[in-house]
C-alpha cells in the first residue's frame, strides 16, 4: 500500500491557500482516478483507490499543518508501510508558480509540515513539490503563503493540478522522472 499524504490545514477559510495545494493535488487525484468517498481516518480524511496496479491511500490529515506527521505516522503504522511508501504533495516556495518536481528525501526548507512528517516516520519519503513562487522578501512569506490564489491565477492551477492527477500513474509506477517530464509537457500546451 503507498501512502499518499496532501498537505493543507483544515477548514473552507483555507481552501484556497497556496499552504493547500497538497489538499487541491489530493482531491484532484480522487477524482480523476475514482477512489472511494473520503472516510474519517488516521486522523484526517482518508480515500482508498488503485492506480495502474498499485493500491492508494490518499491522506488528507485534519491535524492542521504543524501536526501533520501525527497523521502520516498513524496511517503507515496501521498498514505496516515503510518510509518509502509514503508521498507528500505540498507547497513549495523555492520553486516558481505552478512548477511539479519530485525529489526523495532532503531538508525541510522551514516547511512546518514537512517538518512534522520528519519528526514522525522519517527523512527518506518522497516528496511532490508543487512551486507556488517566493514573494521576494522573507517578510512577504507568511501572508504569500497563507494567501489565496488569485482569480488571475485559477486557469493555471486547474492545469496544474489536472497534469498532476493525469500523469499520477508514473507516480505509482516509481517512474519519478518520467512523471514530472510529462507533467511539464502538459503544462506547456
Known amino acids: 500500500m503507498q501512502i499518499w499524504v496532501g498537505l493543507g490545514n483544515p477548514g473552507a477559510q483555507y481552501a484556497l491557500h497556496r499552504h493547500n495545494v497538497g489538499f487541491m493535488a489530493i482531491d484532484a487525484i480522487a477524482e480523476v482516478h475514482g477512489f472511494d468517498p473520503p472516510r474519517k481516518a488516521f486522523q484526517g480524511w482518508a480515500q482508498q483507490g488503485r492506480i495502474g496496479g498499485e493500491r ?26 515503510e518510509v518509502g511508501d509514503v508521498t507528500v504533495f505540498h507547497d513549495e516556495l523555492d520553486l516558481a508558480p505552478f512548477k511539479v518536481k519530485v525529489k526523495t528525501g532532503g531538508g525541510t526548507a522551514g516547511h512546518n509540515g514537512l517538518r512534522s512528517t520528519e519528526q514522525h516516520i522519517g527523512n527518506p519519503f518522497r516528496r511532490v513539490r508543487i512551486g507556488i513562487g517566493h514573494p521576494g522578501h522573507k517578510d512577504k512569506v507568511t501572508g504569500h503563503v497563507l494567501g489565496n490564489y488569485a482569480k488571475a491565477e485559477m486557469d493555471d492551477l486547474a492545469g496544474m493540478l489536472g497534469a498532476i492527477a493525469a500523469e499520477a500513474g508514473w507516480l ?7 512523471f514530472m517530464s510529462d507533467v511539464a509537457l502538459r503544462l506547456q500546451k
Do not use: H
Open 56 to 81: 492508494i491511500l490518499l491522506l488528507k490529515p485534519a491535524t492542521f499543518m504543524n501536526k501533520s506527521g501525527q497523521a502520516v505516522g498513524e496511517a503507515m503504522r496501521f498498514f505496516k508501510a
Open 172 to 178: 505509482a509506477a516509481g517512474e519519478d522522472a518520467r
